[in-house]
């Protein structure tokens, strides 16, 4: 399928293909692309708004004309961080819907597909694609340990107390300043607060649920949750991990025992149960194309591994879903 590029408005600049100034644009282009669910698009980070590149933004959603603030299926190509000071109703990331208000947190990574239907929305924006911090900073996987990126078992929400919500936009309100009037070292200075705000936000994160920080999680860990995310689809098996890290599928299997409380094959399971229901909400594809998708030769045993981990077929799931819409 051809990109199909449609500009949305935020802020003041300028066309992409021309000098014309206009009062406002969207700080992303949506495209249609021919992967994943179709009927998420896809929106992409625009690293020229400012003129030169710039790989992290800030904003009030009032701002940003096209923010998509619709129940209309939608993908980003890059880590987002909505603060809502303002507003009720619900946020999804696949087929997990939370309630909204305002002092809510919400969190979304890369190829994610979420939907949101907030009254009176307002709120601070925080995005950046992976290699703002990625380019610069050592650990490579900084951004998969934080709690509310990664696969986490809890949420990808929470609520700030007052004075917590207050610290964090003046946080905010920090970068956007800088943002907007930069110097020569901004970037520097913003890479540093990004840094900063995403470690206090996932130390609040902890708080919220009662857990650990997730930057205390086994490297070990994180690797194989990458590893599983981009073999989704594969079918693979406990000794093929095993073999990429480096162990034995026994050493593999009490770590992941130790540090998530869960054997390793559930863990395979629920990453690939995820990209199915993904699939099932937001594609046209019929159940058998959804099962070769994930890797199933036969449909029929497809749908008996989906009901046992989800207690309903993926026919059911799907029409009980859209019905609930």
């Known amino acids: 399928m051809g990109a199909e590029r449609v500009w949305y408005l935020a802020t003041i600049g300028s066309t992409p293909d021309s000098d014309e100034a206009i009062e406002y644009w969207y700080f992303s282009l949506m495209v249609a692309t021919g992967t994943g669910p179709a009927d998420a698009r896809l929106v992409e980070f625009h690293r020229t708004k400012y003129g030169r590149e710039l790989l ?92 509310f990126f990664g696969q986490e078992p809890y949420g990808r929400a929470f609520r700030l107390g007052a004075q917590e919500a207050r610290l964090l936009r003046t946080r905010l309100l920090a970068m956007r300043e800088e943002i907007l009037d930069p110097q020569l070292d901004s970037v520097h200075l913003l890479r540093a607060q990004l840094y900063e705000t995403l470690v206090w936000l996932n130390r609040a994160y902890a708080r919220a649920w009662g857990v650990t920080s997730g930057m205390q999680a086994s490297f070990v860990i994180t690797q194989l949750r990458q590893l599983i995310d981009e073999s989704v689809g594969t079918r693979r098996g406990v000794p093929w991990f095993a073999r990429r890290l480096a162990l034995s599928p026994g050493h593999l299997r009490a770590l992941t025992k130790r540090h998530l409380g869960v054997p390793v094959v559930r863990l395979i399971d629920e990453h690939a149960v995820v990209a199915t229901k993904r699939e099932l909400l937001y594609s046209e594809a019929s159940c058998a194309q959804v099962a070769n998708r994930m890797g199933f030769a036969d449909p029929a045993y497809f749908s008996r591994w989906f009901r046992r981990l989800t207690g309903e077929s993926p026919r059911e799931f799907r029409q009980r879903s859209r019905r609930e819409e």
Do not use: C, M, N
């Not at 909505?82 to 819907?97: C, H, N, P, S």
């Not at 907030?118 to 601070?124: A, H, N, R």
């Open 56 to 147: 992290i933004d800030v904003g009030w959603v009032s701002e940003l004309h096209g923010f998509i603030a619709t129940a209309q299926p939608h993908r980003l190509g890059f880590y987002d961080v909505l603060f809502v000071t303002k507003g009720r109703g619900w946020f999804e990331i696949d087929d997990r819907r939370v309630a909204v208000a305002p002092r809510t947190l919400l969190f979304s990574a890369p190829g994610q597909v979420r939907r949101l239907r907030i009254d009176g929305l307002e709120g601070l924006v925080l995005f950046f694609p992976a290699d703002f911090l990625q380019t610069f900073f050592v650990d490579g996987l900084f951004l998969q340990r934080l709690s």
